[in-house]
């Protein structure tokens, strides 16, 4: 199924009117995170720690009498309602039910669903699931392959449990000469910013290299009708939203993005921020090729569609500055630490696209 439509799919510009929300957020007091265990009837609140990782959400591991739980407080403007929220849930519930890593969350026993109101917030309450984070270059080749297969085997089951995607005529991408005006305006941003630091001096450099190589690739940006097919993906598949345990995936977490997309792009998308060396980005292609060749063998993708998303992916990137938007033009500083091996991922890429591009698609 088509319709005419073709969707805008540039880079995510941050909204600069919204204040930076997730975990600057206020933190959710002790009470509030009693009474929210109450509703669920899972007993008394022992004690309760912030979870570190992620950037837009609030999460607790608390310990009750009946149990270890993860407790979510959703506070991202994009994900915090309850009808998202719910739908989410609900595709969690199925893909478990499939037999696939995914953790549903509970019921609610006072209100309807797995949502919890209190306090102008909503909270939801996960079984807490022992594994840790592991780095795509930590794990073995086999395990690349497990993790690839796995991708293509949620994207298949997500056609079963969520409703069917209408295929839009295309996507527009973003534009080089508005992506130049951006990149112009952060590097001035950049050379004033005070106190004037190491990451300054990199923006202030790796924004210049930005210009000169938008000039030299505008005339490579994708035609709107060169998409790979639109699919329900996960919607930000990477390292910290999967957990390993045993060498195996003990679950895939964050469910918050699950969405439409062009589905091969997620495939790549993830491996540019599963298997990038953290300090250069440079990706480890043996790696790549071994978690690509998994994925399109469950059927999820072609080559050709793999070899669209990566260039796709690659524009996408080049025309991407979230990170620096954050930095200087809302002084929210939680991501500079990945902008480095952002930046010099990208540089490197566009030395080695078609080292890169045969890695996925070969």
Not at 75 to 94: C, F, L, Q, Y
Not at 123 to 140: C, I, K, M, N, Y
Not at 278 to 296: C, F, I, K, N, P
Not at 321 to 327: A, G, P, T, V, Y
């Amino acid at each position: 199924m088509t319709f005419s439509q073709t969707l805008a799919c540039a880079p995510a510009r941050p909204d600069l009117s919204a204040p930076p929300i997730g975990t600057l957020s206020p933190p959710v007091p002790h009470p509030a995170l009693a009474e929210v265990l109450r509703r669920y009837r899972v007993g008394r609140l022992l004690a309760a720690e912030p979870v570190a990782e992620g950037l837009l959400n609030r999460g607790y591991r608390v310990r009750a009498e009946a149990g270890t739980y993860f407790l979510k407080c959703y506070v991202d403007a994009a994900t915090a309602n309850r009808t998202a929220i719910s739908d989410h849930h609900r595709a969690m519930a199925a893909l478990n039910a499939l037999g696939l890593p995914v953790a549903p969350p509970l019921g609610c026993g006072e209100e309807p669903g797995t949502v919890a109101a209190f306090g102008g917030r909503l909270f939801a309450l996960f079984p807490w699931v022992d594994g840790r984070h592991q780095h795509g270059t930590e794990l073995s080749l086999p395990q690349c392959d497990a993790l690839g297969a796995l991708l293509g085997r949620l994207h298949g089951a997500l056609d079963d449990v969520c409703a069917p995607v209408a295929q839009p005529a295309g996507y527009r991408t973003a534009d080089p000469l508005d992506s130049a005006a951006l990149a112009r305006d952060l590097r001035l941003r950049a050379r004033n910013h005070r106190p004037h630091g190491e990451l300054d001096v990199l923006a202030e450099r790796r924004l210049t290299e930005r210009l000169d190589l938008l000039a030299e690739y505008a005339h490579r940006r994708p035609a709107p009708q060169a998409a790979p097919p639109t699919g329900w993906t996960h919607g930000d598949f990477h390292g910290l939203n999967l957990l390993h345990r045993d060498g195996r995936i003990s679950a895939v977490l964050d469910w918050d993005k699950l969405g439409p997309q062009p589905r091969a792009e997620e495939a790549v998308r993830a491996a540019t921020l599963v298997f990038n060396d953290r300090t250069t980005g440079v990706l480890d292609l043996v790696r790549v090729r071994h978690y690509s060749q998994a994925y399109r063998a469950t059927g999820a993708a072609t080559a050709e569609h793999l070899a669209a998303a990566v260039h796709r992916v690659w524009w996408e990137r080049l025309n991407d500055f979230w990170m620096l938007q954050w930095r200087y033009q809302r002084a929210d500083h939680r991501a500079d630490p990945l902008y480095p091996a952002s930046a010099g991922q990208l540089a490197w890429w566009c030395q080695e696209y078609e080292q890169v591009l045969d890695a996925f698609a070969n």
